[in-house]
């Protein structure tokens, strides 16, 4: 698989699984150390992103979690993964300006140089952070399509599925994958 060649020598991260003519980049805010220790994004049993995945019937199979998964939605579905951040810890708290600082200006240069058609943040943090360490913008983050680019790549933000964030329900987390599928199969504007 073609990834980038930084991301591919380092073991103490995830991956990153990118390469021209992506539809569609998955970008978190950091892996968990249990997702790096299962070697795969969103590993964690109560995170409801393969569950929000499969009811809301985004690739249009059910996919079961793990390696393979995320290997498939590559190959075959045009969707690669990353984070804002490739340092893993336990929790968004472990997190300092400085890793944003960083992982931005790489997340920047990563997006211009593949050109998805769509980046997707999970979370409004994720974004608002790119946002302002890469982009040099404060402005305020909706949920959705927003109004900011990068490069040519178009932006949609949903509800992080960790489980830490217990305020948006399985639900309301489908509802926003639901609207991201629509959102890449209209046209750019």
């Keep these: 698989?073609?990834?980038?060649?930084?991301?591919?020598?380092?073991?103490?991260?995830?991956?990153?699984?990118?390469?021209?003519?992506?539809?569609?980049?998955?970008?978190?805010?950091?892996?968990?150390?249990?997702?790096?220790?299962?070697?795969y994004y969103f590993a964690n049993p109560r995170n409801r992103f393969w569950r929000a995945l499969n009811q809301s019937g985004f690739v249009g199979e059910a996919l079961l979690p793990g390696r393979e998964a995320i290997e498939q939605l590559y190959r075959e579905h045009g969707i690669g993964f990353t984070d804002i951040v490739k340092r893993p810890t336990r929790n968004a708290a472990g997190l300092r300006t400085n890793d944003f600082r960083r992982g931005a200006a790489d997340l920047r240069e990563k997006l211009l140089r593949y050109q998805p058609a769509v980046a997707w943040f999970h979370g409004k943090i994720a974004w608002r952070n790119q946002l302002k360490f890469g982009?040099?913008?404060?402005?305020?983050?909706?949920?959705?399509?927003?109004?900011?680019?990068?490069?040519?790549?178009?932006?949609?933000?949903t509800p992080n599925p960790s489980p830490a964030n217990a305020a948006y329900t399985l639900d309301i987390i489908c509802g926003w994958y639901a609207e991201l599928k629509a959102f890449i199969e209209e046209p750019p504007a």
Excluded: C
């Design 1 to 39: 698989m073609p990834r980038t060649v930084s991301e591919m020598t380092n073991a103490n991260t995830l991956p990153d699984y990118l390469r021209d003519g992506l539809r569609l980049v998955s970008i978190g805010l950091n892996p968990s150390i249990g997702s790096v220790t299962a070697g």
């Design 135 to 157: 982009e040099g913008i404060t402005d305020p983050v909706p949920w959705g399509a927003q109004k900011h680019r990068i490069g040519n790549t178009r932006v949609f933000v």
